[in-house]
């Protein structure tokens, strides 16, 4: 099942910019065993307003953890995260998240989804319904407002959960995995969704992700973190206009780069390989 095609912008928003998200000397440690165990350290970052911002870094280096302390699901850490000037110490409608699972309440159609991000705002009932409608276009899923989860494919299941965190117009949307449990068709379509509806809206974004090629597409920037603990390791700007062509060779040579950088290779040569014994032949 696939949406209608619908009209996608070339030329970027010119709508206010919204979101200047800052940390500065962040750590975070989880007690396990008994002991301590730093998880993030001196993490020093400012995300522009209106910027798409994306993270790459081996598992367990405290990506999504970042995530966590920023939407506010976690207020224990040293340091100080803000945005816009104000002090994060909990949850906000000022902040969204989008997982790598949709989260979707399968007993509710995808316009009762969306609008269940609508229910605890001042939002009037009678507004509701064209919000809803405008997310719902927003993503590329006009006419599939009655169905319900189960009757959408992976990928407009995932656009329904983004149009959700879309509805209430976060200043900040921060994308934990989003495409990960996609095929590698759909996880380029979507990359392009994800894209247009930036340009649209021109929120803030931070995405997690482990497709190095997937962050420098979308990303501004690519902040690459070394781990145990998590650091910021090197922040890369791309430094071309959206939307971008995949073939450009700038984004070949800082995937480069940036693989590099997390295996310990220099650009250009593989990544190293563990090799068995042949097996002898009886």
Known sequence: MSAEPFPRPNVESSAPLRGELTNSDLDKSFTIGGQARPV?????????PGEFVSIVGASGCGKSTLLRLIVGLDSEYGGEIRLDGERIATTSLDRGIVFQDHRLFPWMTLEQNVELALLNTDTPKARRAAIVAEHIALVGL???????????SGGMA??????????????????????????????????????????A???????????VEEA????????????????????????LPHPRDRRSPLLHRLKDEILAELTGN??????????FPARESR
Request: zero cysteines; charged letters at 20%.
């Open 40 to 48: 993030l350290e001196n993490i020093n970052l400012t995300v522009r």
């Open 142 to 152: 006009s006419g599939f407002e009655k169905a319900y989860p189960h009757q959408l």
């Open 158 to 199: 995932q656009r329904a959960a983004i149009a959700r965190a879309l509805v209430t117009e976060p200043k900040v949307l921060l994308l934990d995995e989003p495409l990960g449990a996609l095929d590698a068709l759909t996880r380029v379509h979507v990359q392009n969704e994800l894209q247009r509806m930036w340009l």
């Open 201 to 211: 809206q021109r929120s803030t974004m931070v995405m997690v992700t482990h497709d």
């Open 216 to 239: 420098l597409y979308l990303g501004d920037r690519v902040i690459v973190m070394s781990p145990h603990p998590g650091r910021v390791r090197r922040i890369v700007e791309v430094g």
């Open 266 to 275: 220099p650009a250009g040569e593989p990544a190293n390989l563990v090799t």
